[in-house]
T-cell receptor, first 116, second 112 residues
Framework: GAVVSQHPSRVICKSGTSVKIECRSL??????MFWYRQFPKQSLMLMAT?????????EQGVEKDKFLINHASLTLSTLTVTSAHPEDSSFYIC????????????FGNGTRLTVT | QKEVEQDPGPLSVPEGAIVSLNCTYS??????FMWYRQYSRKGPELLMY????GNKEDGRFTAQVDKSSKYISLFIRDSQPSDSATYLC????????????FGTGTKLQVIP
């Protein structure tokens, strides 16, 4: 149980274009999902908390107009990187808890974004 | 000082060895402790989840938490080449919505 699916696993786009990443909880409902970014040899950095039916909560230093988050249903959150630039190239990973009262995070398999 | 410190390694061991992975932390308010395994280009996979101090065993894996020393460990017995991955420790104040803080990860290589 507690499977989180993320798509696509890899995307290459040109500078200035936008990219959408989907995160789905397959066997549970998630009122909250979390988006992380991971640089090589560095830890996971929380970007934002996605809340179903309301606005996402962004961590300090994360541009909300750059990284648009939509959590339209209890099983789907999307992250759109708008007007992508090479410095946005990174590994983006979503996660969710299957029990909001208390359970560990379950992660998707990540999306490798390369902006050329 | 980082909230969570983890030796990045790499750590190389022969197959069958006992592996010890460790993290220290500075915030005594952390109550929940986790270990994740991350293969290259994949998302982290939950290995162990513990609350407060004590030991927890699951197959070849044992997690230990010593809150008095602010120190957590993951032991892997009879290590296998398939255990080669990066191991991330993580902790949070509570099990609910609270933010999870991760270590930088230790890269482990088990040599056949």
């Amino acid at each position: 149980g507690a499977v989180v699916s993320q798509h696509p696993s890899r995307v290459i786009c040109k500078s200035g274009t936008s990219v959408k990443i989907e995160c789905r909880s397959l066997d549970f409902q998630a009122t909250t999902m979390f988006w992380y970014r991971q640089f090589p040899k560095q830890s996971l950095m929380l970007m934002a908390t996605s809340n179903e039916g309301s606005k996402a909560t962004y961590e300090q230093g994360v541009e909300k107009d750059k990284f648009l988050i939509n959590h339209a249903s209890l099983t789907l959150s999307t992250l759109t990187v708008t007007s992508a630039h090479p410095e946005d190239s990174s590994f983006y990973i979503c996660s969710a808890r299957d029990d909001p009262r208390g359970s560990p995070l379950h992660f998707g398999n990540g999306t490798r974004l390369t902006v050329t | 000082q980082k909230e969570v410190e983890q030796d990045p390694g790499p750590l190389s061991v022969p197959e069958g060895a006992i592996v010890s992975l460790n993290c220290t932390y500075s915030n005594s308010a952390f109550q929940y402790f986790m270990w994740y395994r991350q293969y290259s280009r994949k998302g982290p996979e939950l290995l162990m989840y513990t609350y407060s101090s004590g030991n927890k065993e699951d197959g070849r894996f044992t997690a230990q938490v010593d809150k008095s020393s602010k120190y957590i460990s993951l032991f892997i017995r009879d290590s296998q080449p398939s255990d080669s991955a990066t191991y991330l420790c993580a902790m949070s104040y509570s099990g609910g919505y609270q933010k999870v803080t991760f270590g930088t990860g230790t890269k482990l290589q088990v040599i056949p």
